[in-house]
């Protein structure tokens, strides 16, 4: 049960195309799940509705619908009940979304990384960074349509994936941080190993999590 050092304890689920998991769930599957995660004393539940694919229905255009998933096909009914089910069960909801993610051709600028998305082989996915053109902006975008679409919800999660990338347009806002923290430049031998770009990724992360 939830008690002792474990605030919190349930499950982290997918209703994203391709990932598997609560995809493919219909209403009365969700509510025995929810069901039984109150038998075995869960009181919180993560759910991914935004990783490599998009799963509820979104208003923005760089955003994928694919067909056949249940919560898009809904219109978000499905989701915003499960919430509201969940709640009733004393289950705490959070929705987490991958914003560094996107199709390149709807998402309007270069990734760092191109690759066919192994959940979803119709998918083409295109990795993106914290310091890549119109990634903070369309991430506080993002967050602020699922607090608009889903206002019953506990909390919020952010998950960025694949974002080491040493790429040329992150050198100035790297060398920026550097300079303001006694850290080498760039281009210096000891930059290099990794730590000092490892801190500055944590920053870079943390940075838009603050926007958002």
Known sequence: ???????????????TPGA?????????DYMLALDDMVKFGMNSLLLQIKWVTTGYRSKLPYLDQLPGNKVIESDNKLLQKVIDAALERKIKVWLSLVTNHFEPDKFGSIPHTIRRNKHSTSVISGLYDPDAPMIMERSVEMFEEVLDLFPGIYGLEL???YVANRSPHRIPFYNEWAKANNRPLYDEPSCIPGLHWFDY??????????AI
């Not at 598997?20 to 009365?28: L, R, S």
């Open 20 to 28: 598997g998991g609560f995809e493919g769930y219909d209403y009365d």
């Open 201 to 210: 990724q944590t920053f870079s992360i943390a940075r838009l999590m603050k």
């Open 159 to 161: 998950e960025m994936e």
């Open 1 to 15: 049960k939830a008690q002792g050092f474990l605030k919190e304890y349930g499950f982290w689920e997918y209703t």
